[in-house]
């Protein structure tokens, strides 16, 4: 299944799935193998902890296979330091954070907020509000005391913003809020119209940037197709880049494309307010997304004491390797983790 999966010959069972290439539409589409074959369920979150087949092979064994339901993803949750939360993009998973916790150090334990709805039939959340106030009591239920360190990519900026802006109303510290190459929504955003063609398009450019493939699907064509024939071109295009296999079911791509335009329309209507605390922008210095240098419309207008970095990359490549380091760097001067002897 491994093989298959990830396109790769030899395959040793303490290899590690992300090591060889294992992305988030791979792991999806690994774990619907193996609930296929073995009939037993696995979270997605099972990959995170359980990443060799060693592993997973062992925990088939198990009688009884609990799925929480948690948004909760424990990325490296291994550490004394206080966790790192890190909240999802637009497309749902938290994947893109792989690599930041693999280059952070091994004593700050790294958490995932994932949407719902990307592994189930449950409706994802439709508001940021409501969105923060799901996470804060996931995080809570493994770290209940204060501080709390935050960070966001892309639109999980946005979310990440809202969860601070709710655990310093209840009265808890947050130590870090982190803004990874994201922006705010605007007045002018939320009046422009915003169609289904136009988000087919933005989730094509999320796709390609975050697998470093062009999908090459010609926009006036995809404009003249239905909603289904739409998906249906979408999913042929990713599997003819290898980036999913040829057995992949339209209803997975029908999820993906549920929770990414519930998120876009949810981040799209938050209505900002002052955040009276402390945060940290880093930009990528290339097709920059944050808009600081918009006096009107940028964090700077909302964000009391805001420390801006600008890093080497795009908005993709930033949070890959090799380029992560420079954000891993961004990051350690806000995050206060001792330096080792």
Do not use: K
């Given at each position: 299944m491994w093989s298959e999966v990830l396109d790769v010959d030899r395959i040793g069972i303490?290899?590690?799935f992300f090591d060889l290439g294992?992305?988030?539409l791979l792991a999806v589409r690994l774990m619907t193998k193996i609930g296929q074959k073995f009939q037993k369920t696995l979270p997605l979150a099972?990959?995170?902890q359980s990443p060799t087949i060693e592993q997973l092979a062992s925990l088939l064994q198990a009688p009884i296979i609990v799925s929480t339901g948690s948004p909760l993803i424990p990325i490296q949750p291994q550490g004394s330091l206080p966790p790192l939360f890190c909240i999802h993009p637009g497309g749902g998973h938290v994947f893109c954070?792989?690599?930041?916790?693999?280059?952070?150090?091994?004593?700050r334990p790294v958490y995932g907020l994932q949407a719902f709805g990307l592994e189930s039939d449950r409706q994802p959340l439709t508001s940021v509000e409501e969105m923060a106030d799901e996470y804060i009591k996931a995080i809570r239920q493994v770290q209940p005391q204060e501080p709390y360190y935050l960070v966001g990519w892309c639109s999980g900026g946005i979310i990440a913003f809202e969860m601070a802006q709710q655990l310093l109303a209840s009265g808890y510290q947050v130590a870090s809020l982190v803004l990874i190459d994201s922006?705010?929504?605007?007045a002018v955003d939320r009046n422009e119209d915003i169609d289904r063609d136009m988000l087919m398009a933005m989730l094509i450019?999320?796709?390609?940037?975050l697998y470093g493939k062009e999908l090459a699907i010609a926009l006036e064509e995809l404009y003249q197709l239905d909603p289904l024939d739409q998906l249906n071109l979408l999913l042929e295009k990713l599997q003819q880049l290898g980036i999913l296999p040829s057995d992949m079911e339209i209803?997975?791509?029908?999820?993906?494309?549920?929770?990414?335009?519930?998120?876009?329309?949810?981040?799209?209507?938050?209505?900002?307010k002052t955040y009276p605390a402390k945060a940290l922008l880093?930009?990528?210095?290339?097709?920059?997304?944050c808009k600081v240098q918009d006096s009107n419309s940028g964090w700077n207008t909302i964000i009391n004491h805001l420390k801006i970095c600008t890093i080497p990359g795009n908005h993709y490549t930033i949070v890959q390797t090799p380029l992560v380091k420079n954000l891993i760097q961004a990051l350690e001067m806000v995050l206060e983790t001792p330096q080792e002897k």
């Open positions: 303490r290899d590690n294992g992305h988030s099972t990959l995170f954070y792989v690599e930041m916790a693999g280059q952070l150090s091994p004593t922006y705010p929504p605007t450019e999320e796709l390609s940037g209803q997975q791509a029908q999820r993906l494309w549920n929770v990414f335009c519930t998120n876009f329309m949810a981040c799209r209507h938050y209505q900002l880093i930009c990528a210095s290339e097709n920059n997304q």
